[in-house]
Protein backbone atom coordinates (compact mmCIF):
# COMPACT_ATOMS: atom_id res chain seq x y z
CA UNK A 1 0.00 0.00 0.00
CA UNK A 2 2.86 2.32 -1.07
CA UNK A 3 1.02 4.80 -3.28
CA UNK A 4 2.81 7.43 -4.36
CA UNK A 5 6.76 7.22 -3.62
CA UNK A 6 9.02 9.98 -4.03
CA UNK A 7 12.85 10.65 -3.06
CA UNK A 8 14.88 12.03 -1.60
CA UNK A 9 12.53 13.79 1.49
CA UNK A 10 15.36 16.08 1.98
CA UNK A 11 17.81 17.89 0.10
CA UNK A 12 20.03 21.19 0.20
CA UNK A 13 21.98 21.97 -3.68
CA UNK A 14 24.39 24.40 -4.40
CA UNK A 15 23.53 27.15 -7.27
CA UNK A 16 24.21 25.71 -10.39
CA UNK A 17 24.33 21.70 -8.99
CA UNK A 18 21.90 19.27 -10.81
CA UNK A 19 19.57 16.72 -9.34
CA UNK A 20 16.58 14.33 -10.03
CA UNK A 21 13.74 14.05 -7.92
CA UNK A 22 12.68 10.61 -8.15
CA UNK A 23 8.57 9.69 -8.03
CA UNK A 24 6.86 6.35 -8.47
CA UNK A 25 3.22 4.79 -8.02
CA UNK A 26 2.28 1.65 -7.56
CA UNK A 27 -1.62 2.21 -8.23
CA UNK A 28 -1.24 1.81 -11.84
CA UNK A 29 -2.53 5.52 -12.50
CA UNK A 30 -2.26 6.76 -16.00
CA UNK A 31 -2.05 10.62 -15.23
CA UNK A 32 0.81 11.87 -12.68
CA UNK A 33 2.33 15.75 -11.67
CA UNK A 34 5.21 17.46 -10.12
CA UNK A 35 3.88 20.74 -8.28
CA UNK A 36 5.60 22.93 -6.17
CA UNK A 37 4.28 24.63 -2.92
CA UNK A 38 5.55 27.94 -1.60
CA UNK A 39 4.12 30.09 1.07
CA UNK A 40 1.37 31.99 0.38
CA UNK A 41 1.64 30.82 -3.41
CA UNK A 42 -0.41 27.68 -2.91
CA UNK A 43 0.22 24.18 -5.04
CA UNK A 44 1.56 25.24 -8.91
CA UNK A 45 2.13 22.65 -11.43
CA UNK A 46 5.44 22.00 -12.74
CA UNK A 47 4.89 19.13 -15.50
CA UNK A 48 2.22 16.73 -15.64
CA UNK A 49 2.11 13.29 -18.06
CA UNK A 50 -1.09 12.35 -18.92
CA UNK A 51 -0.13 9.19 -19.97
CA UNK A 52 2.82 6.95 -20.62
CA UNK A 53 5.06 8.32 -23.54
CA UNK A 54 3.36 12.31 -23.22
CA UNK A 55 4.76 15.26 -21.10
CA UNK A 56 3.17 18.97 -20.72
CA UNK A 57 3.99 21.81 -19.08
CA UNK A 58 2.21 23.53 -16.77
CA UNK A 59 2.54 26.84 -14.78
CA UNK A 60 5.72 27.22 -13.85
CA UNK A 61 8.12 24.86 -16.26
CA UNK A 62 11.32 27.06 -16.77
CA UNK A 63 14.20 25.17 -15.34
CA UNK A 64 12.67 21.85 -15.29
CA UNK A 65 12.55 19.01 -17.10
CA UNK A 66 10.40 15.73 -16.74
CA UNK A 67 10.55 12.02 -17.92
CA UNK A 68 8.14 9.77 -17.69
CA UNK A 69 10.37 6.60 -17.65
CA UNK A 70 7.27 3.78 -17.74
CA UNK A 71 3.72 3.71 -16.51
CA UNK A 72 4.88 3.64 -12.94
CA UNK A 73 7.75 6.16 -12.70
CA UNK A 74 7.50 10.32 -13.36
CA UNK A 75 11.08 12.11 -12.72
CA UNK A 76 11.77 15.85 -12.40
CA UNK A 77 15.46 17.22 -13.35
CA UNK A 78 16.78 20.24 -12.22
CA UNK A 79 19.53 21.10 -14.69
CA UNK A 80 21.01 23.82 -13.29
CA UNK A 81 19.66 24.29 -9.67
CA UNK A 82 18.98 28.42 -8.65
CA UNK A 83 17.66 29.58 -5.14
CA UNK A 84 13.88 30.83 -6.56
CA UNK A 85 13.78 26.88 -7.13
CA UNK A 86 14.14 26.22 -3.25
CA UNK A 87 10.40 24.89 -2.25
CA UNK A 88 8.52 22.58 -1.21
CA UNK A 89 8.24 19.75 -4.30
CA UNK A 90 5.09 17.24 -4.64
CA UNK A 91 4.55 14.02 -7.05
CA UNK A 92 1.05 13.03 -7.73
CA UNK A 93 -0.92 10.40 -9.65
CA UNK A 94 -4.49 10.76 -10.34
CA UNK A 95 -6.74 7.40 -11.46
CA UNK A 96 -8.88 5.05 -9.66
CA UNK A 97 -12.51 5.66 -8.98
CA UNK A 98 -14.46 9.10 -10.74
CA UNK A 99 -14.01 12.00 -10.09
CA UNK A 100 -10.36 10.88 -9.94
CA UNK A 101 -8.59 12.92 -7.19
CA UNK A 102 -5.00 13.59 -6.91
CA UNK A 103 -2.91 11.37 -4.66
CA UNK A 104 0.15 12.79 -3.33
CA UNK A 105 3.15 11.54 -2.39
CA UNK A 106 5.18 12.95 1.07
CA UNK A 107 7.10 15.13 -0.85
CA UNK A 108 10.65 16.77 -1.16
CA UNK A 109 11.96 19.80 0.64
CA UNK A 110 14.81 21.09 -1.66
CA UNK A 111 17.18 23.87 -0.46
CA UNK A 112 19.00 25.64 -3.64
CA UNK A 113 21.94 27.97 -1.31
CA UNK B 1 -6.49 32.81 -16.39
CA UNK B 2 -7.84 30.22 -14.33
CA UNK B 3 -8.77 31.07 -10.55
CA UNK B 4 -9.20 29.64 -7.49
CA UNK B 5 -9.48 31.83 -4.23
CA UNK B 6 -9.76 31.06 -0.98
CA UNK B 7 -9.47 32.80 2.32
CA UNK B 8 -5.85 32.72 3.77
CA UNK B 9 -7.61 33.00 7.25
CA UNK B 10 -6.34 32.24 9.95
CA UNK B 11 -9.88 30.72 11.09
CA UNK B 12 -10.46 29.64 14.47
CA UNK B 13 -12.82 28.13 15.92
CA UNK B 14 -13.54 25.85 19.77
CA UNK B 15 -13.74 22.57 19.60
CA UNK B 16 -17.65 21.41 18.63
CA UNK B 17 -17.98 24.33 16.72
CA UNK B 18 -18.90 24.14 13.00
CA UNK B 19 -16.05 25.16 10.71
CA UNK B 20 -17.07 26.79 7.27
CA UNK B 21 -14.43 26.93 4.96
CA UNK B 22 -15.34 28.58 1.31
CA UNK B 23 -14.20 28.97 -2.28
CA UNK B 24 -14.96 30.61 -5.61
CA UNK B 25 -13.07 29.62 -8.87
CA UNK B 26 -13.14 31.57 -12.13
CA UNK B 27 -13.57 28.89 -14.74
CA UNK B 28 -17.17 28.67 -15.64
CA UNK B 29 -16.22 25.24 -16.98
CA UNK B 30 -15.33 23.94 -13.96
CA UNK B 31 -16.51 19.92 -13.47
CA UNK B 32 -14.88 18.29 -10.58
CA UNK B 33 -14.35 20.10 -6.84
CA UNK B 34 -11.99 18.26 -4.60
CA UNK B 35 -10.96 19.12 -0.73
CA UNK B 36 -7.54 18.28 0.85
CA UNK B 37 -6.14 18.87 4.20
CA UNK B 38 -2.67 19.25 4.74
CA UNK B 39 -1.08 19.20 7.73
CA UNK B 40 2.04 20.95 8.58
CA UNK B 41 5.18 19.80 7.03
CA UNK B 42 2.83 16.79 5.18
CA UNK B 43 1.52 16.37 2.27
CA UNK B 44 -2.32 17.22 1.21
CA UNK B 45 -4.72 14.29 1.69
CA UNK B 46 -8.22 13.94 -0.28
CA UNK B 47 -11.15 14.14 2.34
CA UNK B 48 -14.02 15.27 0.06
CA UNK B 49 -15.18 15.41 -3.66
CA UNK B 50 -18.05 16.76 -5.39
CA UNK B 51 -19.54 17.71 -8.63
CA UNK B 52 -23.21 17.89 -8.78
CA UNK B 53 -24.64 20.73 -7.17
CA UNK B 54 -26.12 20.71 -3.53
CA UNK B 55 -24.78 18.69 -0.61
CA UNK B 56 -22.21 15.85 -0.03
CA UNK B 57 -21.93 14.49 3.15
CA UNK B 58 -19.37 12.59 4.58
CA UNK B 59 -19.30 12.24 8.16
CA UNK B 60 -18.74 15.19 10.23
CA UNK B 61 -17.98 16.77 6.72
CA UNK B 62 -19.70 18.75 3.70
CA UNK B 63 -19.08 20.03 0.84
CA UNK B 64 -21.31 21.95 -0.57
CA UNK B 65 -21.26 23.25 -4.72
CA UNK B 66 -23.00 26.19 -6.50
CA UNK B 67 -22.29 26.43 -9.72
CA UNK B 68 -24.18 29.00 -10.52
CA UNK B 69 -22.45 31.55 -8.32
CA UNK B 70 -19.29 29.39 -8.66
CA UNK B 71 -18.45 28.78 -4.92
CA UNK B 72 -17.74 25.52 -3.08
CA UNK B 73 -17.77 25.60 0.87
CA UNK B 74 -16.81 22.76 3.39
CA UNK B 75 -18.42 22.34 6.55
CA UNK B 76 -17.12 20.41 9.13
CA UNK B 77 -19.22 19.52 12.04
CA UNK B 78 -18.47 18.99 15.53
CA UNK B 79 -14.72 20.04 15.01
CA UNK B 80 -11.87 18.66 16.77
CA UNK B 81 -8.45 19.88 17.43
CA UNK B 82 -7.08 17.05 15.51
CA UNK B 83 -8.59 19.02 12.84
CA UNK B 84 -6.23 21.84 12.03
CA UNK B 85 -4.64 22.10 9.50
CA UNK B 86 -4.72 23.75 6.29
CA UNK B 87 -7.54 23.13 3.67
CA UNK B 88 -6.70 23.52 0.06
CA UNK B 89 -9.69 23.90 -2.69
CA UNK B 90 -8.55 22.33 -5.93
CA UNK B 91 -11.01 22.36 -9.24
CA UNK B 92 -10.78 20.77 -12.62
CA UNK B 93 -12.03 22.16 -15.41
CA UNK B 94 -13.59 20.50 -18.78
CA UNK B 95 -10.99 20.61 -19.95
CA UNK B 96 -7.37 19.91 -19.74
CA UNK B 97 -6.10 16.81 -17.02
CA UNK B 98 -4.60 19.23 -14.62
CA UNK B 99 -6.55 20.53 -11.06
CA UNK B 100 -6.13 24.50 -10.08
CA UNK B 101 -5.38 24.92 -6.36
CA UNK B 102 -6.33 27.74 -4.12
CA UNK B 103 -3.96 29.11 -1.84
CA UNK B 104 -5.84 27.10 1.10
CA UNK B 105 -7.25 28.40 4.38
CA UNK B 106 -5.86 27.71 7.84
CA UNK B 107 -8.24 26.31 10.40
CA UNK B 108 -7.37 26.41 14.40
CA UNK B 109 -9.55 24.47 16.26
CA UNK B 110 -9.15 25.77 19.97
CA UNK B 111 -9.82 23.22 22.50
Known amino acids: NAGVTQTPKFQVLKTGQSMTLQCAQD?????MYWYRQDPGMGLRLIYY???????DKGEVPNGYNVSRLNKREFSLRLESAAPSQTSVYFC????????????FGSGTRLTVV | QKEVEQNSGPLSVPEGAIASLNCTYS??????FFWYRQYSGKSPELIMSIYSNGDKEDGRFTAQLNKASQYVSLLIRDSQPSDSATYLCAVKTDTGNQFYFGTGTSLTVIP
Open chain 1, 27 to 31: MNHNS
Open chain 1, 49 to 55: SASEGTT
Open chain 2, 27 to 32: DRGSQS
Open chain 1, 92 to 103: ASRGGVWPYGYT
